[in-house]
C-alpha cells in the first residue's frame, strides 16, 4: 500500500522554480524530502519534525522551504532558484525522528523527477 506520494517535479531550467507535494497517510514524527542523483547517496534536504521545526540542508538553504499542513497531512518543498546540481529524484520520506540517514526513514515514497538545465 501507499503510504507517502509524491508529485510535482518536472523539468525546469536553471533560476526556475518547482513545488513538490508529499501525501502521506501514515502519521510520523518527521517528514522529510531527500533526494538522489544516480550512484550518490540519498541526501537529505529538507525536514519538518513535530509540526513545529523545520531543517534545510546547507546546500539548498535559502532557496527552498519546507512547509506542512497536519490537518491535510502534507508536506510540501518549494524549491527556487533552482540550479543543476538540483536535478535529481526526490522522495519523500516519513520516520520517528528526523536524520541524515535514510535508513531512519521507515516510509518512502516512489519519488519524483526533477531535472534542471543550464
Known amino acids: 500500500q501507499v503510504h507517502l506520494a509524491e508529485s510535482g517535479g518536472g523539468s525546469v531550467q536553471a533560476g526556475g522554480s518547482l513545488k513538490l507535494s508529499c501525501v502521506a497517510t501514515?502519521?510520523?514524527?518527521?517528514y522529510a524530502w531527500f533526494r538522489q542523483v544516480p550512484g550518490n547517496e540519498r541526501e537529505r534536504v529538507a525536514s519538518?519534525?513535530?509540526?513545529?521545526?523545520?531543517y534545510i540542508s546547507d546546500s539548498v538553504r535559502g532557496r527552498f522551504t519546507i512547509s506542512q499542513d497536519i490537518e491535510k497531512n502534507t508536506v510540501d518543498l518549494q524549491m527556487r532558484g533552482l540550479l543543476p546540481e538540483d536535478t535529481a529524484i526526490y522522495y519523500c520520506?516519513?520516520?520517528?525522528?528526523?536524520?541524515?540517514?535514510?535508513?531512519?526513514?521507515?516510509?518512502w515514497g516512489q519519488g519524483t523527477q526533477v531535472t534542471v538545465s543550464s
Open positions: 520520506a516519513a520516520g520517528f525522528q528526523c536524520s541524515n540517514d535514510p535508513g531512519q526513514n521507515e516510509y
Open positions: 519538518r519534525y513535530i509540526g513545529r521545526f523545520s
Open positions: 501514515v502519521v510520523k514524527n518527521c
